[in-house]
């Protein structure tokens, strides 16, 4: 074991957690809470380094953000386009949801961020943009970007099949415009729940937002309103699936009403044969007498790829996971990423354009883990500690903090075995 690794062993897992709030929602719910121009509470926010990106983002329109206690006050008496670059270090949802923010605005604004973000696409939001008149640059289509606007015309069309993100960017920018606007998506939308959750919240906050088919029409302007983030659902996939494949786990806060996609967790757990109990806001997963293999669609669930890929490693049979090409512009190339992880952790995967294919094998036998800094890729090895024969190591780099504070001691106290933390 290297000085700097964290290492997992598995065990016999019973015991209850509490999932962080939505990352998603937060994100949302700062950036609009900022553009109501008010005074607004945000009550159960997710606090990570990801989000704190974004709260700087919007101080740099001139929004006041305090975090007191358990909520974010935000205090905006008037936006105004940034004062400085904006540096989303590895946010990329802050990256692309703010990128078409200060694309209202009549002068110049760069967006920058860490060598991770560099990578990631935005081609077809700056192409959305440009044709409504916004002068745009980026490196080859990827950060840092600078864009210039204001907005014209009364319509934006952006290629949904890439990301959703580029999708929200363009809608939670509309109000901003100053008169009614229509997105229309062509291509596939992907992850469409997340997009949902952008509608919900633009709502909440004032907008007006009709859905035609592939086009929003908005109108209105945001106005301050009080927002409460409910539990993340990708983030409580990891404690549910351990308890699938170690005992017995209870994720606490869940709504199962909200509008969350990566809801499907649950009936997917059910489909491979684990017992789920829901108890007001608690869910139960508990381990079968064994995993039966799937054919999933991740197209809408993106974010639980990797871990789903860990279930399914040791189920009887054969699993595919499918439909998300958009995988390979994550934080990292999630597909190849868990491709290598789980091959170098035993398992029969073999990538796919859109997903993989996975020959369930009775045990992984353990290794040594390079999850590239990627949250949901150390946080997927750790789930796979719990049917590997051998330990799981990994640089302990504190990368769940952008999605899950706290996971590692959370996971100790139902059970898993680790050194190094």
Not at 163 to 192: D, H, N, Y
Request: glycine share 10%.
């Amino acid at each position: 074991m290297n000085m700097a690794d964290i290492t997992f062993s598995g065990g016999t897992l019973d015991g209850k957690v509490s999932p962080p709030p939505s990352k998603s929602h937060t994100h949302r719910a700062i950036i609009l809470s900022a553009l109501s121009e008010g005074k607004c509470r945000i009550d159960s926010p997710l606090i990570s380094f990801d989000t704190r990106a974004t709260m700087d983002a919007v101080r740099s329109m001139g929004a006041e953000v305090s975090v007191v206690g358990d909520h974010i006050e935000v205090d905006c008496g008037g936006i105004h386009a940034p004062d400085r670059e904006i540096d989303v270090l590895n946010s990329g949802t802050t990256m692309r949801l703010m990128t078409g923010i200060v694309s209202t605005f009549p002068s110049k604004t760069s967006l920058t961020g860490d060598d991770s973000i560099k990578k990631r696409p935005m081609g077809p939001l700056l192409d959305a943009l440009s044709a409504c008149g916004v002068r745009c640059s980026s490196n080859g289509g990827k950060p840092p970007v600078t864009v210039e606007g204001p907005i014209s015309g009364d319509e934006m069309v952006i290629d949904g099949s890439v990301s959703s993100q580029f999708i929200s960017s363009l809608l939670m920018s509309a109000p901003l415009v100053g008169r009614p606007m229509t997105v229309k998506v062509t291509g596939r939308e992907v992850s469409k729940p997340y997009i949902d959750i952008t509608v919900s919240i633009m709502r909440r906050f004032g907008a007006n937002v009709e859905e035609e088919g592939t086009a929003y029409r908005i109108s209105g302007n945001y106005s301050p309103a009080d927002y409460r983030v409910p539990a993340d659902f990708s983030s409580s996939a990891f404690p549910l699936v351990a308890g699938a494949l170690g005992g017995r786990v209870t994720a606490r806060g869940m709504d199962l009403s909200d509008a969350q996609g990566d809801s499907r967790i649950i009936d997917i757990l059910r489909e491979v044969g684990c017992q789920i109990d829901v108890d007001g806001d608690e869910i139960t997963c508990t381990r079968p007498a064994e995993i039966k293999a799937a054919e999933i669609d991740v197209g809408d669930i993106p974010d639980l790829f990797p871990i789903l890929a860990v279930l399914l490693s040791t189920a009887k049979g054969r699993s595919r996971l499918y439909g998300a090409p958009h995988l390979r512009f994550k934080e990292s190339d999630r597909i190849a990423l868990t491709e290598k992880m789980l091959r170098t952790l035993g398992a029969d995967i073999t990538a796919t354009d859109d997903g993989c294919i996975i020959n369930g094998v009775p045990k992984l036998h353990g290794g040594r883990i390079e999850h590239n800094g990627d949250h949901r890729m150390f946080m997927a090895a750790v789930v796979a500690s719990l049917v590997s024969d051998g330990p799981v190591s990994m640089e302990n780099d504190a990368c769940w903090n952008v999605s899950y504070p706290g996971f590692p001691e959370q996971m100790r106290s139902v059970g898993m075995r680790m050194e190094g933390l």
